[in-house]
């Protein structure tokens, strides 16, 4: 069975940073690309970035480029997002989202996403 | 970027059919994908490529385009595809979704 499990979330002032992270399980982590996906209280979804299968090509929305890395290490099974310089527009529920396969943009796996509340 | 533009909410009859539409330019150049999204849950993708259905997704659910929109539609709603519904296209730069639907079954 997939699964994905997100954790690093929590309280963080203006301006802060935090990592999160998925661990993955159930499938070859390796072969997949990955997505962060966040979706603020009471609002719909946002994509956030992509990471393919090896970490060689990275995608960012325009509303967190500059401020937030995607990374993974296919060792431990774990994706992550470094997020710094946060805004308050940033408190969200973050999700890791699985690519189908081959690059094809369509999220067939989700974690049951971690809270990020960006306030002083 | 372009934007994907869904009607805020739609509602339908137990039993009936519904159509959830999804507006957009990146629809002229790639497939749309659906999700369903119930309160405090994660999504769930529903229809992705031309019309394709993840095991388990009841074959209610059924997905189309043309030119640049996008349509999800469930024929014969139950009350347990009560949810918000939100499509997603990649675009140039990475992905975007639209703003969601929100289905009430009646």
């Known amino acids: 069975e997939v699964q994905l499990v997100e954790s690093g979330g929590g309280l963080v002032q203006p301006g802060g940073s935090l990592r999160l992270s998925c661990a993955a399980s159930?499938?070859?982590?390796?072969?997949?690309?990955m997505n962060w996906v966040r979706q603020a209280p009471g609002k719909g979804l946002e994509w956030v970035s992509y990471?393919?299968?090896?970490?060689?090509?990275?995608y960012y929305a325009d509303s967190v480029k500059g401020r937030f890395t995607i990374s993974r290490d296919n060792a431990k099974n774990s994706l992550y997002l470094q997020m710094s310089s946060l805004r308050a527009e940033d408190t969200a529920v973050y999700y890791c989202?699985?690519?189908?396969?081959?690059?094809?943009?369509?999220?067939?796996?989700w974690g049951q996403g971690t809270l990020v509340t960006v306030s002083s | 970027s372009s934007e994907l533009t869904q009607d805020p909410a739609v509602s339908v009859a137990l039993g009936q059919t519904v159509r959830i539409t999804c507006q957009g330019d990146s629809l002229r150049n790639y497939y749309a994908s659906w999700y369903q999204q119930k309160p405090g849950q994660a999504p769930v993708l529903v229809i992705y490529a031309k019309n394709d259905r993840p095991s388990g997704i009841p074959d209610r659910f059924s997905g189309s385009s043309s030119r640049n929109t996008a349509s999800l539609t469930i024929t014969g709603a139950q009350a347990e595809d009560e949810a918000d519904y939100y499509c997603?296209?990649?675009?140039?730069?990475?992905?975007?979704f639209g703003g969601g639907t929100k289905l009430t079954v009646l």
């Open positions: 989202a699985r690519d189908l396969g081959s690059t094809s943009w369509y999220f067939d796996s």
């Open positions: 997603n296209s990649r675009d140039s730069i990475g992905s975007q």
């Open positions: 159930g499938f070859t982590f390796s072969s997949y690309e």
């Open positions: 990471i393919s299968s090896s970490g060689s090509t990275i």
